[in-house]
């Protein structure tokens, strides 16, 4: 076609099919823009939000900076503190050890005594137990015997037929509280109204506590004819092959007789085992025995059981 000639009517007039792939064309381009449109709004947002994720780290950050000023303040404040609060335990255990021994010393002149029957005192148990042992120690005791004061143990009388409430009794010189408590141990059993009666020195209550922990293992050593003393406030004393050891819990002193005697424990198990196998007259004698522990009063144990309970 020469230089200026008009256009075919063919090149004016697209075919159907370059039409269609026109509009083709332009629905993928509009779909391009609207997903470009959707891409930009979500990169905003995003930007949005790691803006604020910056300063909310910022803030984080410093808030983690005054956090660590603080502590670091703080830091000596609670070792010295810590330190404190250790003297203070240190001390409140030294305190406690001097109330014990002032309350132990405040006891040093009363006897308890187990099994008295109730209400047998009358209204002046101080003159009742003060002329009791009068009358049980007589020349054993100083010319001027007084007791200060008795009562029983506070707390609810008992119903009858029940153990009676151990009575406290203060005597005004310890020699005759010693002496007391000698004659009443040569003289056992003493009994009043078909009650057996005991007398022990009025320890404190932590003190009764640690006493009365060795009561089994004291079984165990008599049964093993072992000599033992329990000496104040609450140390084991044994004697074997005249030598002398100490022991501050059951626990050491049952070690230690294991170790001892090996073939002890297997002898004490067999017993157990075989007690249920007695012949008739031991069992007779054995449930009089029992029989007789019940209507003569409680025993130590039980006497401070029940002041336990009161208190």
């Known amino acids: 076609m020469e230089d200026g000639a008009t256009p ?16 083709d064309l332009d629905t993928i381009l509009k779909e391009i823009r609207d997903s470009r449109q959707a891409i930009d709004n979500r990169l905003d947002m995003i930007t949005t939000d790691m803006n604020i994720m910056k300063d909310d780290q910022a803030k984080l950050s410093d808030r983690l900076k005054q956090t660590e000023s603080t502590v670091a303040d703080i830091l000596p404040t609670h070792n ?5 609060i250790v003297k203070l335990q240190q001390q409140m255990e030294v305190l406690q050890e001097r109330i014990e021994d002032a309350e132990g010393f405040s006891r040093r002149n009363n006897i308890r005594i187990i099994g008295l ?17 009068q009358s049980i120690a007589k020349d054993r ?3 001027h015997f007084v007791v200060e004061r008795a009562h029983r143990i506070p ?3 008992p119903i009858p037929g029940a153990a009676a409430r151990p009575a406290i009794a203060r005597i005004l010189n310890y020699r005759d509280r010693d002496a007391a408590l000698q004659v ?23 003190v009764q506590k640690r006493r009365v922990s060795f009561q089994i293992i004291k079984q165990r050593l008599r049964k093993m004819e072992i000599k033992y003393a329990l000496q104040f406030p609450a140390k084991l004393c044994i004697t074997h092959n005249q030598k002398t050891h100490f022991f501050d819990s059951p626990d050491l002193v049952s ?25 008739q007259h ?16 409680p025993t130590l144990r039980q006497a401070l059981e029940g002041q336990n309970n009161a208190l």
């Not at 075919?8 to 026109?22: A, D, F, L």
């Not at 009443?184 to 932590?206: F, G, M, Q």
């Open 8 to 23: 075919t009517p063919r090149s004016q007039n697209p075919t159907p099919q370059v039409k269609e792939n026109m509009d």
């Open 80 to 84: 010295d503190n810590k330190n404190a």
């Open 117 to 133: 029957p109730e209400s047998k005192e009358g209204n002046n148990p101080t003159r009742y137990i003060e002329s009791w042992l």
């Open 141 to 143: 005791l100083l010319i």
């Open 155 to 157: 707390g609810r009388k």
């Open 184 to 206: 009443v141990r040569e003289l056992d059993p003493i009994i009043i109204d078909n009650a057996r009666i005991s007398l022990y020195p009025d320890y404190t209550l932590a």
């Open 255 to 279: 070690t230690w007789l294991d170790e001892k005697f090996p073939y002890s424990r297997a002898v004490e198990q067999n017993n157990d085992h075989h007690a249920g196998q007695l012949p």
């Open 282 to 297: 031991r069992r007779e004698k054995r449930n009089k025995a029992q029989t007789l522990r019940k209507r003569t009063g």
